[in-house]
């Protein structure tokens, strides 16, 4: 049984539960207090036999597995969420890169930075561009690789309704007027095993 240990929160932890999720198989999370985190930094993150000890981490039998990313693709290649050609491949990890820097370089940018304010004004400006930039991408799907779901579908719905929470707690619903994004994300939580 696979076991994924994360922060009591979904953070990077959150599309791995949904991949996790939806492909059935049987899986326990450890979940560690980010509050009262001596139990990850005391006991645990030196005593799992982990390569570079880090949250999430991922153990499959023998192969035990940090960072976010790697989990991720290792998890599409196991469960057969991964582009079968290198031309998808590289659409599917240019997709998973965008998203990225848009969690990391927009979102996290402000979310934790002094002058928020002034940096939330900005991104709220910028979003609809961003956001219309992956709704071209993704097209009609009905995934972000067409008829096939991959493991960046995970990554993107996640990143798409923390955006969405984002947008909406300052009164900026026209962010998700486009139908691809609206009715991709709803494809997404519709899943089997999602719903």
């Not at 039998?61 to 998808?88: H, N, S």
């Not at 002058?115 to 991104?123: G, H, V, Y």
């Amino acid at each position: 049984m696979m076991e994924l240990g994360y922060w009591d929160l979904r953070g990077f932890g959150e599309p791995i539960r949904l991949m996790l999720r939806y492909s059935g198989v049987e899986w326990k999370e450890v979940t560690y207090s980010l509050a009262k985190n001596e139990e990850w930094f005391g006991e645990k993150k030196y005593n799992l036999g982990l390569d570079f000890p880090n949250l999430p981490y991922l153990i499959d039998g023998d192969v035990k597995l940090t960072q976010f990313t790697a989990i991720m693709r290792y998890l599409g290649r196991k469960l057969d969420m991964y582009p079968k050609t290198e031309k998808d491949l590289a659409r599917c990890e240019m997709l998973e890169q965008n998203i990225y820097d848009l969690k990391t370089l927009r979102l996290a940018w402000i979310a934790y930075n002094e002058k928020f304010e002034e940096r939330k004004d900005k991104l709220l400006e910028t979003l609809p561009v961003r956001l219309a930039e992956v709704a071209e991408y993704i097209g009609e799907g009905p995934y972000a690789m067409g008829d096939k779901i991959t493991y960046v579908d995970f990554i993107t719905y996640e990143l798409l309704d923390h955006v969405k929470l984002f947008s909406l707690s300052f009164s900026r619903p026209d962010h998700f007027s486009d139908p691809r994004i609206t009715e991709y994300m709803k494809r997404i939580e519709n899943l089997p095993n999602l719903k």
